[in-house]
């Protein structure tokens, strides 16, 4: 059996502005497939659809892509599932 090589790169993520026009927060996380970042907030596991910040003295940022990631869980639920269990296979083999 072959399995495919998951690559996940260290990111951070901005969301905002909120109540003010200043108001942001920074996200750090993994990034899976350019665009899927998943990143823990209150303890929960949570996942954003995101956007690349096109400068090139931002080489890690990306930008929440907004009402993009609710409709990414409903439509791809299964392909995450799946992710998330080659995830912790893999992690669980790592501890072996």
């Excluded at 996940?8 to 665009?35: A, K, N, T």
Aim: aromatic share 14%; net charge neutral; with cysteine.
């Amino acid at each position: 059996m072959t399995e495919s090589v998951i690559e996940l790169e260290r990111v951070s993520m901005v969301q905002g502005p909120y109540d003010y026009p200043h108001m942001y927060e920074i996200f750090e996380g993994v990034l899976y497939d350019c665009q899927y970042f998943f990143y823990l907030e209150n303890g929960i596991l949570s996942l954003r659809h995101v956007k690349k910040v096109e400068q090139s003295y931002h080489t890690h940022l990306y930008l929440d892509g907004g009402a993009e990631a609710c409709n990414w869980q409903r439509v791809y639920k299964g392909k995450l599932c799946k992710l998330s269990r080659r995830l912790s296979n893999a992690y669980a083999r790592r501890m072996d």
